[in-house]
């Protein structure tokens, strides 16, 4: 499968029965008494993976802020290019890398600008490949604006999924209601497994292109 040069592909999964077995029973244990609870994770898997396996066999769905004590999600006007995106919701993300992203990142420093995508790119043959972009305004990438936040394990029940384009399927759900987390972990910027390879780019080209042809993600350079 050929992805487009600017995609980043996920990071080997490592699926042993070990691994798997430590997953379940950290949920089992920590999240599925739906307290809302902070998740006491000390597997030596790294983070994103038991994330993304949750997202992937359990149903729910991932939200990371910088905001550790929150005990229900309202909805909220979100400002995005896309319809999906741009709705009075509650987002989340069906992808662990990409909520571990929005945990790290740190909005209150210099951060202007977000451009940010996770797809599920599907092939002739039915094989999946997830893929991602990550990209703040230029300026603040020298400030390194990153944080330890959380991301939060959400329900999935009243969620809906972005409509599936032709050959990739989207990562982000949204909720018309409020929402109680299951439970919540503590994301570092070294959990982030993409951190070096966070782009810049200049904010008023991005909007303009943006504006321009909604449908040019990720607006580069030819």
């Not at 944080?147 to 009243?158: A, M």
Request: one cysteine or more; a negative charge; charged letters at 25%.
């Amino acid at each position: 499968m050929t992805l487009p040069p600017y995609f980043l592909k996920c990071p080997k999964f490592d699926a042993s029965p070990e691994v798997i077995s430590s997953f379940e029973r950290l949920f089992a244990e920590q999240t599925l008494d739906a307290s809302g609870s902070h998740i006491d994770y000390s597997l030596s898997t790294p983070k994103w993976q038991f994330l993304s396996y949750l997202c992937d066999t359990k149903n729910v769905v991932m939200h990371g802020s910088g905001d550790s004590a929150i005990t229900e999600f309202e909805p909220r006007q979100s400002n995005d290019v896309a319809e999906f995106g741009d709705q009075r919701a509650v987002y989340a993300a069906s992808d662990g890398i990409w909520a571990s992203f929005y945990a790290i990142l740190d909005r209150d420093r210099y951060v202007r600008s977000l451009n940010n995508a996770c797809v599920k790119i599907v092939d002739a043959d039915g094989e999946i490949e997830t893929a991602y972009y990550f990209s703040i305004n230029d300026d603040a990438l020298p400030h390194e604006p990153w944080r330890i936040g959380t991301v939060y394990i959400l329900p999935k029940e009243t969620f809906e999924g972005e409509p599936t384009k032709p050959g990739r399927k989207s990562a982000q759900w949204r909720s018309p209601i409020a929402v109680k987390p299951l439970a919540k972990i503590s994301i570092s910027p070294t959990d982030f497994p993409f951190l070096d390879q966070i782009r810049g780019h200049d904010m008023e080209t991005v909007i303009k292109r943006a504006e321009e042809n909604p449908d040019g993600f990720p607006w580069l350079d030819d």
